[in-house]
Protein backbone atom coordinates (compact mmCIF):
# COMPACT_ATOMS: atom_id res chain seq x y z
CA UNK A 1 0.00 0.00 0.00
CA UNK A 2 1.29 3.28 -0.72
CA UNK A 3 2.63 5.55 1.99
CA UNK A 4 0.22 8.46 1.39
CA UNK A 5 -2.91 5.80 1.48
CA UNK A 6 -2.38 4.70 4.42
CA UNK A 7 -4.46 6.00 7.96
CA UNK A 8 -2.57 8.35 10.01
CA UNK A 9 -2.82 7.46 13.39
CA UNK A 10 -3.88 9.88 16.21
CA UNK A 11 -1.26 10.92 18.32
CA UNK A 12 -3.90 11.90 21.07
CA UNK A 13 -7.46 12.08 21.16
CA UNK A 14 -9.95 14.84 22.38
CA UNK A 15 -13.48 14.26 23.14
CA UNK A 16 -17.26 16.39 22.82
CA UNK A 17 -19.49 15.62 25.40
CA UNK A 18 -22.75 17.26 26.43
CA UNK A 19 -26.44 17.05 26.05
CA UNK A 20 -28.24 16.94 22.92
CA UNK A 21 -28.93 20.48 20.90
CA UNK A 22 -26.06 22.61 22.96
CA UNK A 23 -24.09 22.15 19.42
CA UNK A 24 -21.18 20.03 19.92
CA UNK A 25 -21.81 18.84 16.17
CA UNK A 26 -22.10 22.49 15.14
CA UNK A 27 -18.42 23.66 17.33
CA UNK A 28 -16.49 21.06 15.50
CA UNK A 29 -18.15 21.93 11.89
CA UNK A 30 -17.02 25.56 12.37
CA UNK A 31 -13.63 24.50 13.47
CA UNK A 32 -12.80 22.08 10.49
CA UNK A 33 -14.85 23.06 7.77
CA UNK A 34 -15.01 27.10 8.40
CA UNK A 35 -18.50 27.37 8.32
CA UNK A 36 -22.33 27.04 9.98
CA UNK A 37 -24.17 23.73 9.70
CA UNK A 38 -27.64 23.20 10.77
CA UNK A 39 -27.48 19.61 11.68
CA UNK A 40 -29.31 16.62 13.21
CA UNK A 41 -28.64 15.23 16.55
CA UNK A 42 -25.26 13.14 16.45
CA UNK A 43 -26.13 8.97 16.27
CA UNK A 44 -23.46 7.16 18.47
CA UNK A 45 -20.43 9.32 18.00
CA UNK A 46 -18.42 10.43 14.54
CA UNK A 47 -14.96 11.47 14.51
CA UNK A 48 -12.39 14.28 12.43
CA UNK A 49 -8.67 13.74 12.09
CA UNK A 50 -6.77 17.17 12.79
CA UNK A 51 -3.55 18.04 11.95
CA UNK A 52 -1.45 19.83 13.78
CA UNK A 53 1.96 20.76 13.12
CA UNK A 54 3.79 17.49 13.01
CA UNK A 55 1.16 16.11 15.06
CA UNK A 56 -2.33 14.38 14.61
CA UNK A 57 -5.52 15.18 16.33
CA UNK A 58 -8.72 13.15 16.62
CA UNK A 59 -11.78 14.91 17.88
CA UNK A 60 -14.77 13.33 18.67
CA UNK A 61 -18.20 14.24 18.55
CA UNK A 62 -20.80 12.30 21.05
CA UNK A 63 -24.28 11.96 20.93
CA UNK A 64 -26.36 13.57 23.81
CA UNK A 65 -29.69 11.63 23.53
CA UNK A 66 -30.23 9.47 26.75
CA UNK A 67 -30.14 5.94 24.45
CA UNK A 68 -26.58 6.65 23.31
CA UNK A 69 -25.58 7.47 26.91
CA UNK A 70 -23.65 4.18 27.64
CA UNK A 71 -21.50 4.63 24.30
CA UNK A 72 -19.73 7.78 26.34
CA UNK A 73 -17.31 6.41 28.40
CA UNK A 74 -15.93 3.66 25.43
CA UNK A 75 -15.62 7.03 23.77
CA UNK A 76 -13.89 8.99 26.66
CA UNK A 77 -11.05 5.94 26.88
CA UNK A 78 -8.05 6.95 26.62
CA UNK A 79 -8.59 10.59 26.04
CA UNK A 80 -6.50 13.45 26.83
CA UNK A 81 -9.11 16.36 26.86
CA UNK A 82 -12.74 16.37 27.49
CA UNK A 83 -14.50 19.39 26.34
CA UNK A 84 -17.93 19.66 28.15
CA UNK A 85 -20.25 21.39 26.58
CA UNK A 86 -23.53 23.24 27.40
CA UNK A 87 -25.81 26.14 25.91
CA UNK A 88 -25.77 29.93 27.91
CA UNK A 89 -29.37 29.96 27.64
CA UNK A 90 -30.53 26.74 29.33
CA UNK A 91 -29.54 25.64 32.98
CA UNK A 92 -30.50 22.38 32.49
CA UNK A 93 -28.09 21.73 29.95
CA UNK A 94 -24.90 23.00 32.74
CA UNK A 95 -26.49 20.26 35.39
CA UNK A 96 -26.36 17.46 32.93
CA UNK A 97 -23.18 17.93 32.29
CA UNK A 98 -22.53 17.27 36.13
CA UNK A 99 -25.45 14.58 36.99
CA UNK A 100 -24.86 12.70 33.45
CA UNK A 101 -21.78 13.47 31.34
CA UNK A 102 -18.76 13.73 34.50
CA UNK A 103 -18.53 10.03 34.77
CA UNK A 104 -18.40 8.94 31.62
CA UNK A 105 -14.74 10.76 31.74
CA UNK A 106 -13.23 7.99 34.17
CA UNK A 107 -12.29 6.20 31.55
CA UNK A 108 -10.32 9.38 30.29
CA UNK A 109 -6.29 9.78 31.31
CA UNK A 110 -5.56 10.26 34.47
CA UNK A 111 -3.83 13.80 33.75
CA UNK A 112 -6.78 14.65 31.15
CA UNK A 113 -7.89 17.99 31.06
CA UNK A 114 -11.60 19.62 30.99
CA UNK A 115 -12.51 22.39 29.19
CA UNK A 116 -15.87 23.97 30.37
CA UNK A 117 -17.64 25.16 26.96
CA UNK A 118 -20.72 27.38 27.00
CA UNK A 119 -21.99 27.50 23.18
CA UNK A 120 -24.85 29.84 21.62
CA UNK A 121 -22.91 32.90 23.45
CA UNK A 122 -24.56 34.71 20.20
CA UNK A 123 -27.98 34.73 21.91
CA UNK A 124 -26.97 36.87 24.53
CA UNK A 125 -23.91 39.07 23.88
CA UNK A 126 -23.70 41.65 20.87
CA UNK A 127 -20.31 41.22 20.59
CA UNK A 128 -20.34 37.80 20.11
CA UNK A 129 -22.91 38.74 16.96
CA UNK A 130 -20.38 40.82 14.90
CA UNK A 131 -18.10 37.60 14.26
CA UNK A 132 -19.24 35.98 11.11
CA UNK A 133 -18.02 33.19 9.24
CA UNK A 134 -14.55 32.53 7.21
CA UNK A 135 -15.41 34.94 4.66
CA UNK A 136 -14.51 37.80 6.79
CA UNK A 137 -10.95 38.21 7.25
CA UNK A 138 -8.68 36.77 10.05
CA UNK A 139 -7.64 40.57 11.81
CA UNK A 140 -11.22 41.36 11.74
CA UNK A 141 -11.83 37.87 13.57
CA UNK A 142 -9.00 38.49 15.79
CA UNK A 143 -10.41 42.10 16.76
CA UNK A 144 -13.98 40.36 17.92
CA UNK A 145 -12.48 37.44 19.83
CA UNK A 146 -11.45 39.77 22.41
CA UNK A 147 -10.60 38.36 26.50
CA UNK A 148 -13.28 38.38 28.39
CA UNK A 149 -13.31 38.99 31.80
CA UNK A 150 -12.14 36.26 34.31
CA UNK A 151 -14.67 35.09 36.72
CA UNK A 152 -14.84 34.68 40.31
CA UNK A 153 -15.25 31.14 41.61
CA UNK A 154 -18.44 31.15 44.26
CA UNK A 155 -19.19 29.13 46.57
CA UNK A 156 -21.75 27.43 45.28
CA UNK A 157 -24.17 27.39 42.18
CA UNK A 158 -26.33 29.94 41.99
CA UNK A 159 -29.86 29.49 41.97
CA UNK A 160 -30.72 29.51 38.10
CA UNK A 161 -32.81 32.24 36.80
CA UNK A 162 -36.00 31.70 36.26
CA UNK A 163 -37.24 31.85 32.43
CA UNK A 164 -35.56 33.32 29.51
CA UNK A 165 -36.12 36.90 27.95
CA UNK A 166 -38.94 37.84 25.53
CA UNK A 167 -37.59 35.92 22.19
CA UNK A 168 -39.38 38.64 20.38
CA UNK A 169 -35.81 40.77 21.01
CA UNK A 170 -32.35 40.40 18.95
CA UNK A 171 -30.89 38.53 22.02
CA UNK A 172 -32.33 36.36 25.29
CA UNK A 173 -31.13 36.17 28.53
CA UNK A 174 -28.32 34.28 29.74
CA UNK A 175 -29.06 31.32 32.03
CA UNK A 176 -25.59 30.40 32.90
CA UNK A 177 -22.91 32.86 33.70
CA UNK A 178 -18.97 32.89 33.27
CA UNK A 179 -19.26 31.72 37.10
CA UNK A 180 -21.67 29.08 37.11
CA UNK A 181 -19.10 27.86 34.52
CA UNK A 182 -15.80 28.51 36.51
CA UNK A 183 -17.93 26.85 39.84
CA UNK A 184 -18.47 23.86 37.78
CA UNK A 185 -14.95 23.41 36.84
CA UNK A 186 -13.84 23.42 40.57
CA UNK A 187 -16.20 20.64 41.22
CA UNK A 188 -15.07 18.58 38.34
CA UNK A 189 -11.08 18.77 40.26
CA UNK A 190 -12.39 17.61 43.15
CA UNK A 191 -14.43 15.08 41.39
CA UNK A 192 -10.91 14.13 40.02
CA UNK A 193 -9.18 14.26 43.26
CA UNK A 194 -7.37 16.99 41.71
CA UNK A 195 -5.54 20.30 44.00
CA UNK A 196 -6.94 23.08 42.51
CA UNK A 197 -4.03 25.28 43.22
CA UNK A 198 -1.82 22.28 41.15
CA UNK A 199 -4.56 22.47 38.16
CA UNK A 200 -4.75 24.86 35.40
CA UNK A 201 -6.70 27.97 36.55
CA UNK A 202 -11.23 28.07 35.32
CA UNK A 203 -10.65 31.02 34.07
CA UNK A 204 -8.10 29.32 31.09
CA UNK A 205 -10.56 26.26 31.13
CA UNK A 206 -13.95 28.08 30.89
CA UNK A 207 -14.99 29.07 27.41
CA UNK A 208 -17.90 31.05 25.86
CA UNK A 209 -18.52 30.33 21.99
CA UNK A 210 -20.89 30.58 19.11
CA UNK A 211 -20.69 28.08 16.34
CA UNK A 212 -22.95 29.81 14.08
CA UNK A 213 -20.66 32.96 14.17
CA UNK A 214 -17.43 31.59 14.93
CA UNK A 215 -17.11 33.34 18.19
CA UNK A 216 -14.06 32.19 20.51
CA UNK A 217 -14.24 28.48 18.25
CA UNK A 218 -10.81 28.87 17.12
CA UNK A 219 -9.43 29.83 20.61
CA UNK A 220 -11.01 26.62 22.47
CA UNK A 221 -10.00 23.77 20.04
CA UNK A 222 -6.24 25.89 19.87
CA UNK A 223 -5.69 26.75 23.29
CA UNK A 224 -6.62 22.95 23.93
CA UNK A 225 -4.29 21.42 20.73
CA UNK A 226 -1.67 23.34 22.94
CA UNK A 227 -1.98 21.69 26.28
CA UNK A 228 -2.15 18.43 24.98
CA UNK A 229 1.08 18.74 23.56
CA UNK A 230 2.74 17.71 26.50
CA UNK A 231 0.94 14.23 26.47
CA UNK A 232 1.73 13.58 22.66
CA UNK A 233 5.36 13.84 23.25
CA UNK A 234 5.38 11.79 26.14
CA UNK A 235 3.37 9.17 24.29
CA UNK A 236 6.06 8.84 21.44
CA UNK A 237 8.09 8.85 24.05
CA UNK A 238 7.01 5.43 25.46
CA UNK A 239 6.58 4.20 22.08
CA UNK A 240 10.17 4.54 20.87
CA UNK A 241 10.99 3.22 24.31
CA UNK A 242 9.21 0.34 23.70
CA UNK A 243 9.66 0.12 20.04
CA UNK A 244 8.01 -2.95 18.49
CA UNK A 245 9.22 -6.40 17.44
CA UNK A 246 9.96 -7.39 13.96
CA UNK A 247 8.59 -11.29 14.45
CA UNK A 248 9.43 -11.83 10.56
CA UNK A 249 13.42 -10.90 11.19
CA UNK A 250 13.37 -12.87 14.42
CA UNK A 251 12.05 -15.71 12.63
CA UNK A 252 15.23 -15.62 10.03
CA UNK A 253 17.49 -15.22 12.22
CA UNK A 254 16.41 -17.96 13.93
CA UNK A 255 16.48 -20.22 11.52
CA UNK A 256 19.49 -19.39 10.82
CA UNK A 257 21.37 -19.60 13.70
CA UNK A 258 19.66 -23.14 13.93
CA UNK A 259 20.87 -24.29 10.52
CA UNK A 260 24.63 -23.20 11.34
CA UNK A 261 24.35 -25.24 14.16
CA UNK A 262 23.91 -28.48 13.14
CA UNK A 263 26.90 -29.44 11.42
Known sequence: MPEASKMKKPDVKLVLLGDMNVGKTSLLHRYTERKFKDTISTVGG?????????YNISIWDTAGREQFHGLGSMYCRGAAAVILTYDVTN?????????RF???TDTANHDCIYAIVGNKVDLTD???QLCQDSDVASEDRTECEEERTEPQVPPACPTPPASP????GVTVQKQVTPEDAAALYVRILRYKGLEEKN??????????????????VDNLFEALFDLVLPSILRKRNENQESPTVDLEECRGGGNKK??????
Open 46 to 54: AFFLKQWGP
Open 91 to 99: WQSLCELEE
Open 102 to 104: LSL
Open 126 to 128: PKA
Open 165 to 168: ASLS
Open 199 to 216: SLPAEKMCFETSAKTGYN
Open 258 to 263: AKSGCC
